[in-house]
């Protein structure tokens, strides 16, 4: 087990936080307040207060670079890219599961981060589409897409290519019948199916590294 | 989504312990069905128990079977060397669910957990008993092309969504469960229950308990194994009707046989009486029709399903034909 899981063992939101609320809003109310706020704190509401904005600590790197953030429990991986990081590569589709287009890889493995709790991330490496090129030199299945015109209004495409990447890696990628097979978590609705076959078929058979 | 408090636990007992303590809190595995429930305002924990740091993510070998832990994930367990060697049936009927993403994502519990996709469970403004007990069933005289023909009662129609399920109940595991009085084993056939009066209960597991691992007992059935599902289309999508077969053939009788169907019941449906019809029979085309016969007694549909019908039964026939090689 990593120090850091030690660190986190039986870590529960808000605990700080809610401590700390709940000493200051006595302190405050004490200092400046009439009767009725003190009664309130003493009621214990001030725990409502604090829970209804509890933050939790999160570590995690993303695209190579370590975050630290302050996030609520309820946040979503992509919308804590896309709302809190201004990632906006990954896109927001159903937010259900059902379409893909907000397809990372987390340690590796690609996931839908619409149904991923950004809190669940703790220690992990995050890949969006925008860590996947190297500087200016896109990578290989960026090129393929850009090559084969495997999309129309683009929307699906980060998650296309992200899944797509992981497709050839998990070895899924022998014909176009293994690849719309294991590319049926990504919809397309322009239909680009066909040319997104053929830029997986020519990564996967020009042996580049993906 | 609801505003929650999130725990992370590492041990079985502070897990079962987190959950004692908090009557609205749940656990969360690879979240993918429960995220989405509580996006949809479906389910809304107060505190969301996260396992996925517990030991619980292997596949081993015991001296009578295989034991996949309940948090392995649905794509590993698929693709894992003795999983393919043992029990194909479960390799096909995982990769038949979902999607590579989710599967990267969901668990064996978490599988067996999820909640039915029927249309009116998840629509807040619709009537479902099983969402609202007493609030009356949708899909009973309204759309219920995709519910179930086997097993319902007036209260509930739905289905049980998962694949992977079909083939656990086919393979006679047991599900190892650890909860605050100890641990205990039922039947994989025994976990999943009907709708009867209280649809609202999708499970015998009891409040507070955690499920560890499932157990599958080695047989003979790997070499006839054939999990066939049909959709609406060909990949990514719930069954409309789901069967998975295994058979031990030998010099063109079957010995045994194993039979469960998805999309058609509130659980797992295993075809015990077509299974008796096919055993010591020989494996033709004739004989897999009698057993599809005999699994359609007592069959029910509802309008918008009545071609389940017809369907289940030629879906049981092309599952047994390619199982047997007999395509």
């Not at chain 1, 839908?112 to 860590?131: H, R």
């Amino acid at each position: 087990m990593s120090d850091q899981l030690k660190n986190a063992e039986e870590y529960t939101s808000g605990t700080s936080r809610r401590s700390f609320l709940k000493q200051s809003s006595l302190i405050t109310a004490i200092a400046l307040a009439p009767n009725a706020v003190v009664k309130a704190a003493e009621e214990g509401l001030d725990e409502k207060i604090a829970a209804a904005i509890e933050q939790m600590p999160l570590n995690v790197t993303i695209n190579g670079v370590k975050q630290n953030l302050k996030i609520e429990p309820r946040v979503t991986l992509l919308d804590l890219l896309r709302e809190r990081l201004q990632l906006t590569g990954t896109k927001k589709g159903c937010d259900h599961g059902q379409c893909g287009a907000c397809t990372v890889h987390i340690d590796g493995q690609r996931v839908n981060s619409c149904l991923t709790l950004a809190v669940t991330t703790e220690g992990k490496q995050v890949t969006t589409i925008e860590g996947l090129a190297h500087g200016e030199e896109l990578h290989p299945m960026q090129q393929a897409f850009l090559d084969h015109d495997g999309f129309q209004c683009g929307y699906c495409t980060p998650g296309q290519i992200m899944s797509a990447v992981c497709c050839i890696r998990e070895g899924h990628a022998d014909s176009p019948e293994e690849i719309r097979e294991y590319m049926s978590g990504n919809i397309c609705r322009c239909g680009a199916y066909s040319n997104i076959v053929d830029a997986i078929m020519d990564v996967k058979q020009g042996g580049k590294k993906v | 989504m609801n505003q929650f408090t999130y725990t992370r636990v590492s041990t079985k007992d502070t897990a079962i312990a987190a959950l004692a303590k908090d009557k609205t809190a749940m656990f969360l595995a690879g979240g993918t069905n429960l995220i989405d429930l509580m996006k949809s305002g479906v389910t809304s924990p107060e505190r969301l128990v996260d396992i996925n740091a517990l030991p619980l993510a292997t596949i081993e070998e015991t001296k009578t079977g295989l034991r996949i832990g309940a948090l392995a994930k649905n794509s590993v367990v698929a693709e894992d060397k003795l999983i393919l060697k043992h029990f194909p049936l479960l390799s096909q009927a995982l990769s038949a669910g979902a999607s590579p993403q989710l599967r990267n994502m969901a668990t064996v519990g978490g599988n067996m957990m999820q909640r039915t996709r029927c249309h009116y469970f998840y629509d807040l403004a619709l009537p479902c008993n099983k969402r609202q007990p007493g609030r009356g069933c949708g899909a009973l005289g309204g759309f219920n092309r995709m519910h179930a023909i086997f097993g319902t009662s007036e209260l509930c129609i739905a289905v049980h969504p998962s694949d992977m399920c079909v083939a656990l109940t086919a393979l006679d595991a047991t599900v190892l469960i650890a909860g605050p009085k100890g641990e205990r084993t039922i039947p994989f056939g025994e976990f999943h229950r009907l709708p009867g009066t209280t649809p609202e209960k999708d499970n015998t597991l009891q409040r507070g308990e955690l499920i560890m691992a499932v157990d599958i007992p080695f047989n003979k059935l790997a070499d006839h194994a054939h999990y066939l599902k049909v959709r609406d289309r060909a990949s990514y999508a719930f069954a409309l009707v789901s069967v998975g077969a295994a058979l031990d053939i030998s010099g063109g009788n079957i010995r045994e046989a194993r039979l469960a169907m998805g999309g058609v019941a509130h659980k797992p449906w295993r075809l015990t009486e077509a299974e008796a019809v096919l055993k010591g029979q020989p494996a033709t085309e004739d004989t897999f029709r009698k057993a599809a016969e005999a699994a359609m007694k007592g069959a029910r549909s509802f309008g918008g399903n009545d071609f389940k019908l017809t369907l289940a039964p030629n879906t049981i026939v092309e599952a047994l034909k390619t199982a047997s090689g007999r395509v």
